[in-house]
């Protein structure tokens, strides 16, 4: 556990509105917190360095320090739930696909404890257990035989009139190759008086420790738990409990058909809209037919809400001007930093021309990315650079990022904001980069920041969270909006959001690669988390079930915008078409476009090769690249002013760029495809699109004193689309 920590209930904020945040401190004495401003979060000495703006006397505090645990893995809870008055005894049953049975025991379904009063119903590597409690000790059953990952059904009786318990468990599907065929039961003598506890927590996927805390959590799919009397089951008047998770699949409700309606809540978000041990493979839409859906997978490392206890709370002042701040962390020698924006209050204006959208939907989707790379040299450079020290390789406890999987293999499709985001600190380095900073998302859009603020250019700063709430209307009073070097994930609202500010006039400046491509979902039922379904090919981490391809929270199709007629190329008229290591190379200016309508951009920008250099591989043409596509819809007048070469023998096509290992899907040659493109368009209502085709090109912006030749290029767009209109031409 880190020693000091912490998250905040929201990522930005306006004049008058509240952040609260959470921290976790194991020092015995009191921490203090203090405001600061994000200038640039980028440590490498070879750059402008780390520049911090203390803020203490806008904001400092003192508070008592407390330890606060990450408990993760995902259940059920039903609260108080009584299992008195049976007197034909106990009937459970349910299907199950387990997904990492070797992981050691699993609970399926508990209620209360087996020590204390009540039972569990797990599996192991070795088969499936039921344990009653009973006197003068708990009566433990085995069903022993290998769990395949597929539909079973256990079937569980107690009669405590005969003292007799039955255990059985089969294959859903009769024809499964090996199928059990009703095959594997026991029976076991027990005590005639059970002990089943009243008004205790039934849990699905886990059971109770002796702490009051969920453990031993199931891996793998649940469907269709139900409780009765042993005698006659299945009659309505004997069913206790009957969960149809079928029902609320877009919540984080589980809902109990019986005639009791013991109805509970999901713990740290497992996946939802999965298929079933009934679905056909004809359906493809959970809303089109639910009960093939009705089935929950669980993880033992889920983890949604940390759940911790407000440390305390910061309102954003009148006084304090829109941009890049945290709240620093200190407690005997250690910190931490949690940063946050500040935005202008919708409907009114700074004055500044310029905005700058904070991708931060794709700070969450890639939130504490464990990458496998925290190897030696990069704990070096760390060292070197007094780099933000934590990992997530080292940190399994803050949750994964939906670049990973779960310990059963499958994806994480879900990213919360409430809980430790490390990925997301001033100084973190994601790559030991030879050749630059090896900084990503939050710490490399600071290099943006910093030459905005160098140049003397008014700018204020919006997230996706403000585009997703209010719309283009937020965007509207500005010139020019920039984006981040990696606004990757995006959902309708932000995509029409910026599309709505390009059709009133706007100018838009995509200064990032790999840009506008994997479509999330959202919903106010389950607030700070998007969801990915990395469905429709193209390059990902992971690869959904088949069936699976429409987001829970929504119910909209996941996967690629491309998928749902939104390539990038119609917004921005560029694309990803290819990656590589994280190095960067250079453009080369195009000549003939000093002659036409965009040549103002090139003015004072050098012929030949440009761009070499940068605090993000060393080039600005590196890792991810975009560029032009006439099959996806680049519209008609955009202009390529230069294109990179050069490019490493490691770098090569996007999956979905090409139709084949030979042709893209402009029916070209693949090598050629390799490229990244600054380009720029004139729209159809009155604004422009200025891109410039890679994920490490604003790494250069610093260079030789912020004077270069990106740095030329950016500057006289925003100069001249700045400029009011009857001057700017």
């Not at 539909?151 to 003292?163: F, H, I, K, N």
């Not at 999901?266 to 493809?284: C, D």
């Not at 700070?528 to 690869?543: N, P, S, Y």
């Not at 490019?647 to 090569?652: A, E, K, M, R, V």
């Amino acid at each position: 556990m880190i020693f000091i920590t912490g998250y905040s209930d929201r990522l930005s904020a306006c004049a008058g509105e509240s952040i609260a945040f959470k921290v976790s401190s194991l020092s015995s004495r009191p921490y203090r917190a203090k405001l600061v401003r994000i200038a640039h979060a980028d440590p490498n000495p070879a750059g402008p360095g780390f520049k911090v703006e203390p803020l203490a006397e806008v904001f400092a505090t003192e508070r008592p320090s407390v330890a606060q645990p990450l408990r993760s893995g995902s259940c059920g809870r039903v609260a108080r739930m009584p299992l008195v008055g049976l007197g034909g005894g106990l009937s459970v049953s349910v299907r199950i696909m387990p997904t990492a049975p070797s992981r050691g025991e699993q609970c399926v379904l508990s209620h209360g404890d087996p020590a204390s009063g009540g039972w569990r119903l797990a599996i192991d590597g070795a088969g499936v257990l039921f344990t009653i409690a009973g006197a003068p000790a708990p009566v433990q059953l085995r069903c022993d035989l290998p769990l395949p990952a597929r539909w079973l059904e256990l079937q569980l009786s107690a009669d405590p009139v005969v003292g007799t318990l039955t255990l059985q468990v089969s294959d859903v599907d009769t024809m499964a190759e090996g199928a059990l065929r009703l095959a594997s039961t026991a029976r076991w003598r027990v005590p005639p008086q059970p002990n089943l506890a009243a008004d205790a927590d039934l849990l699905i996927g886990a059971c109770l420790g002796d702490d009051g805390v969920p453990r031993c959590h199931f891996n793998g799919r649940i469907e269709a738990p139900t409780i009765s009397a042993a005698a006659q089951a299945h009659h309505p008047s004997r069913i206790m409990a009957a969960w149809d998770f079928a029902r609320g699949i877009d919540t984080a409700d589980i809902v109990d058909t019986g005639p009791h309606q013991r109805h509970g809540r999901l713990i740290n978000l497992p996946t939802r809209a999965v298929a079933g041990s009934r679905w056909t493979g004809r359906e493809h839409c959970w809303r089109h037919a639910p009960e093939q859906y009705a089935a929950i997978h669980f993880h033992d490392d889920d983890l949604h809400d940390a759940g911790w206890t407000t440390g305390f709370q910061f309102t954003v002042p009148q006084t304090l001007k829109s941009g890049a701040y945290a709240m620093l962390l200190e407690a005997e020698g250690q910190r931490d930093w949690l940063p946050f924006y500040v935005t202008p209050a919708p409907g009114t204006s700074s004055g500044a021309r310029i905005a700058f959208v904070a991708p931060t939907y794709t700070y969450v989707a890639y939130a504490n990315y464990a990458r496998g790379n925290f190897d030696a040299a990069l704990r070096r450079r760390v060292a070197d650079w007094q780099a933000y020290p934590h990992n997530p390789d080292e940190h399994p406890e803050v949750g994964r990022s939906t670049y990973n999987l779960h310990p059963d293999g499958s994806g994480v499709c879900f990213s919360s904001r409430w809980r430790p985001l490390l990925t997301m600190r001033p100084g973190f380095l994601t790559f030991d980069d030879p050749r630059g900073s090896g900084v990503r998302h939050y710490t490399a859009d600071s290099h943006l920041l910093d030459w905005l603020e160098h140049e003397g250019m008014a700018f204020d700063v919006w997230t996706d969270d403000e585009l997703e709430r209010h719309g283009s209307a937020v965007l509207e009073p500005y010139a020019v909006v920039l984006t981040g070097t990696h606004p990757e994930y995006h959902s309708t609202r932000t995509l029409d959001a910026l599309q709505g500010y390009l059709r009133s006039g706007g100018n838009l400046a995509y200064l990032g690669g790999n840009g506008f491509y994997w479509r999330v979902g959202l919903s106010q039922t389950v607030p700070g988390v998007l969801e990915v379904r990395r469905a429709g090919g193209g390059t990902r981490a992971w690869a959904p079930c088949a069936g699976e391809n429409v987001h829970a929270l929504d119910g909209e199709l996941g996967g690629l915008w491309r998928s749902s007629g939104r390539t990038p190329q119609q917004l921005t008229g560029v694309g990803f078409v290819s990656q590589g290591p994280f190095e960067g190379a250079v453009y080369r200016v195009n000549d003939a476009a000093r002659n036409g309508r965009a040549g103002w951009l090139l003015e004072g920008v050098a012929s030949g090769p440009i761009g070499g250099y940068g605090l993000s591989g060393g080039g600005a043409a590196g890792f991810e690249l975009d560029a032009t596509s006439a099959a996806d819809g680049t519209p008609a007048g955009t202009q390529v002013l230069a294109r990179s070469e050069g490019h490493g023998p490691g770098f090569g096509p996007a999956l979905d760029a090409v139709l084949s290992h030979t042709m893209t899907r402009d029916r070209g040659a693949v090598e050629p495809s390799i490229r990244a493109e600054i380009t720029y368009r004139d729209t159809a209502w009155g604004g422009s699109v200025f891109t410039v085709g890679s994920i490490t090109f604003c790494g250069s912006l610093s260079h030789d004193g912020y004077r270069n030749d990106m740095s030329t290029l950016l500057r006289n767009y925003l100069v001249r689309k700045t400029m009011p209109r009857s001057s700017a031409g």
